[in-house]
């Protein structure tokens, strides 16, 4: 049988926006210019869309998220444009967990407990 292999998803380096500031929180709604989503392939289901994205971001909290190792899964991407002009790209494979990525680092987002729920 094979071991179960839990990978963590989150880099030591922190996110920090175009002033310089570190994500400790992802933007709030109202800081958010637009939200986009890269098409995915058509038999999966996304697991945001733009507005469920937006209604979903208060839930995040900074965190580590659990990845088992031979889930299968896709993985769907996008970008985040604030008011400010500054640009977060995330990326997910899941729905409890976010991972975005700027200029100048990455930093992972977990919703509840962040466990792998596949």
């Known amino acids: 049988m094979k071991s179960l292999v839990l ?5 030591a380096m922190s996110a920090t ?12 709604p109202a800081e958010i210019f637009v939200i986009a989503c890269h098409p995915g392939p058509k038999e999966f289901t996304p697991y945001f869309t ?4 937006l209604k979903a971001l208060p839930e995040f909290r900074k965190g580590e998220a659990e ?3 031979g889930a299968k899964r896709y993985w769907q991407s996008g970008v985040i444009v604030l008011k400010d002009k500054s640009i977060l790209f995330w990326s997910t494979c899941r ?3 976010i991972h975005i990525a700027t200029a100048d680092g990455t930093v992972s987002f977990i919703r509840g ?4 729920n596949f």
Request: glycine share 6%; net charge neutral.
């Open 7 to 11: 990978v963590t998803a989150i880099l």
């Open 67 to 69: 990845i088992r190792v």
């Open 17 to 28: 926006s175009a002033d310089g500031r570190s994500f400790q929180s992802l933007p709030k």
């Open 95 to 97: 729905t409890n967990f």
């Open 50 to 53: 733009p507005d469920s994205l």
């Open 113 to 116: 407990d962040g466990k792998d």
